[in-house]
């Protein structure tokens, strides 16, 4: 896919002002990652927030913060959309994985999505819808999987993947076009593969 050069820089995150044009005393945040779908590109930030722009290089939209109960924001690490575009999942840095509805560029907290989720929780790495949208995948630092329910708003207690070595963490998660299968990806370079049961398919 080609895209057209902007005609300049286009800054993302304003911390002071919040607004879409810089100013030269703003002080700026990190864009953490970045995902494509449609028309649109959606960012998350150093300081836990997303932002959503055309790839025509139009107006930014946001951003749009997210927040944990103490009211602290957490840099974002993995961004997915749903096969039918309406739903984007976010995951951060303190292992909370929250949903947003899209409408028209714009996006909405899902309220609620999921139950309050262990506050130990490491960092989410990666995240991946099932193809059907039902169900969501995510991946932690401490090398667990995690299996989220789109429709029932919880988290699956049937499914839980378990790192096999200690001080590994997942990187990538990816779900068979079937959706029978989970793909992972560890720090320490393994590839394994799960059934939706997380029963490990390949040693």
Known sequence: ??????????????TKSEADRPDETAEYEAVTTV?????FFVCGSSKGRLAIWKDS???LRGPWPIKDAA???KPVTALVVSPDGNVLVSGTADGSVDAWQIDHGNLAPKEPFWEKQDPRRSSVTSIAF?????DVFAGFADGTVHQYSARK??????????????????????VSVDGKRILTSASTGSVQ???????????
């Open 57 to 59: 290089g139009d107006k």
């Open 1 to 14: 896919m080609l895209f057209r050069s902007l005609p300049a820089p286009v800054t993302l995150f304003d």
């Open 130 to 134: 099932a193809p059907d949208g039902r």
């Open 153 to 174: 708003g919880k988290e699956s207690p049937d499914f839980l993947i378990t790192p096999k070595q200690a001080g590994q963490s997942v990187v990538a998660v990816a």
């Open 35 to 39: 995902i494509h779908f449609g028309r």
């Open 71 to 73: 009211d602290k924001r």
């Open 193 to 203: 593969l799960w059934n939706r049961a997380g029963e490990p398919l390949t040693e």
